[in-house]
């Protein structure tokens, strides 16, 4: 067989560490990658064998013969690829250290650094989710995501990306009102996101008085993944970027009731200090990164979100 991109490298190297670490949760926490993401990655190798690799029960997770018959091989494969890579770069292991804020880690990259260490194994990542702390930062990761209308003062940045917003919500909280049919439909309901501020300028573009709303109170301090669980359970209306929550929104557990879509302002930021401009860790996440984001944008198409020009 071809070794193409078919051939299911990531997940074995999944499999290897759900089957060594027997939990699913684990494995996830040692990959940096989520649990739905670790699972999605047993299922695609499950497909391209033809055959079940576990048993899943419910306090217990156990080889199929299958598995079994795998396991050995594929534990040895990597050992020796390790063992290469690590003789090539003279047994020297580089952890690349990455801050963002928690919306981008959860619903962007976390998903997505099995991908990246797939391509340079010899990188380990530590990701850490951290709400913007701008010019406050004393020391500097490897890698910082910031959030700003400008970049980071006494750093390298790359712009990544600007983020439209729109009101989305739970469909059976819509229903309790009779469904949203007109922009004013909006103002019948609870708001997490707090529509003071920028927000604003949407309701100004919607030609809609705001000043009715009720806010249910919650301060998410700006982590809009954790508004976004709110909105799925109903708690009310919510200010999200559909680039984001595309899979929500897909699913049917969130609703766009309008196609009206405001930026802030602001753009996605990664950035590093100068004089590490050209460590190689660096500059392969950099240069994946960009990639990686230019590929999602194509996908998906502009009327969801622009790259920076």
């Not at 299922?43 to 199929?64: D, H, I, Y």
């Not at 200090?273 to 590929?295: D, V």
Request: aromatic residues 8%; glycine residues 8%.
């Amino acid at each position: 067989m071809k070794l193409s991109r078919r051939f299911p490298l990531n997940a074995l190297r999944v499999f290897e560490a759900v089957a060594r670490l027997e939990n699913f949760t684990r494995a996830a926490e040692e990959l940096g990658m989520t649990q739905t993401a670790v699972t999605y990655q047993i299922k695609l190798l499950e497909e391209f064998l033809g055959e079940t690799v576990f048993l899943r029960r419910p306090r217990a997770l156990k080889l199929t013969e299958t598995g079994e018959k795998l396991l050995p091989k594929v534990a040895e494969a990597f050992t020796l690829l390790t063992e290469a890579v690590q003789s090539t770069r003279h047994g020297v292991e580089e952890t690349l250290e990455i801050h963002s804020p928690p919306t981008f880690a959860a619903q962007w990259l976390s998903p997505r650094l099995g991908a990246f260490q797939a391509e340079y194994p010899q990188i380990a990542v530590r990701l850490l989710r951290q709400m913007d702390v701008g010019g406050q930062q004393r020391t500097w990761p490897d890698i910082t995501i910031h959030i700003g209308a400008e970049p980071l003062e006494g750093l390298v940045c790359h712009p990544l990306l600007r983020l439209d917003y729109s009101p989305m919500l739970a469909p059976h909280l819509a229903e309790t009102v009779g469904g949203i049919r007109q922009l004013t439909d909006l103002l019948k309901l609870p708001w997490i996101s707090n529509t003071r501020g920028w927000w604003r300028e949407w309701f100004d573009a919607a030609g809609i008085d705001p000043s009715t709303i009720r806010h249910t109170g919650l301060n998410a301090l700006g982590a809009l993944d954790l508004e976004a669980k709110a909105a799925i359970a109903g708690d009310g209306v919510a200010m999200l970027s559909p680039f984001f929550f595309r899979d929500d929104l897909a699913s049917g557990r969130l609703v766009q009731p309008f196609d009206l879509c405001l930026g802030d302002g602001q753009a996605y930021w990664l950035g590093y200090q100068p004089a590490r401009r050209n460590t190689a860790k660096i500059k392969a996440f950099t240069a994946w990164i960009q990639s990686a984001l230019a590929h999602d944008l194509a996908t998906i198409g502009k009327n969801l979100t622009g790259a920076v020009a």
